[in-house]
């Protein structure tokens, strides 16, 4: 069986928490966080990047970042919510209810730090976790998923490094 290559993805930068925004979850990218991880997605795709399904977490900042995704993809991978990206949940949480929903083999996770850092991590092995930037994105491979899933890191780009691939 082949592994499974897990595309962890920060959101691009959002707007600022603060009175504009006393809800957090619909806090949404601003216009030069949708323009930058647009060059992101150009750099995935530079490098050859391929994704078959793309889960996200319910926050607004998130779902933007997975449409972005989605569109600079040549296949256009369907975008699914997936509530356990949402900030606050447990890394066993999230690997149980993924291994109940991927059926495909190059999935992208889309989500928030530090969770994101944590969940690497944990799919690691690493005693610390990993520090996304904003539209950072790492491969993990995987060879099954679910609660003890383990795997090891492909790669790990900040965002200016697939930014510059890109051009």
């Known amino acids: 069986m082949r592994p499974c290559e897990l595309y962890l993805v920060r959101h691009g930068v959002a707007a600022e928490r603060g ?3 006393p809800d957090d979850t619909k806090r949404p990218l601003t216009a030069s966080g949708v323009s930058r991880f647009r060059e992101v997605v150009e750099g995935l795709v530079w490098f050859g990047v391929g994704i078959d399904e793309i889960y996200s977490s319910p926050l ?5 970042t997975a449409d972005l995704l989605s569109a600079g993809l040549s296949d256009h991978p369907a975008v699914r ?3 356990e990206l949402a900030p606050g949940h447990e890394v066993p949480v999230v690997l149980t209810e993924l ?5 495909r083999r190059r999935v992208a996770l889309v989500g928030h730090e530090p969770d994101l850092g944590e969940f690497a991590a944990a799919l690691l092995g690493a005693q610390r976790a990993l520090a996304f930037r904003k539209g950072g994105v ?3 491979d995987v060879d099954r998923l679910g609660p003890a899933a383990s795997g090891a890191l492909i ?5 200016k490094i697939l930014r510059k691939a890109g051009r």
């Not at 607004?60 to 933007?64: E, I």
């Not at 291994?99 to 059926?103: E, N, T």
């Not at 790669?155 to 965002?159: M, N, S």
């Open 19 to 21: 009175d504009d925004w």
């Open 60 to 64: 607004v900042r998130a779902r933007q």
């Open 81 to 83: 919510m997936f509530d």
């Open 99 to 103: 291994a109940k929903r991927v059926k």
């Open 138 to 140: 790492c491969r993990i």
């Open 155 to 159: 790669w790990f780009f900040p965002p």
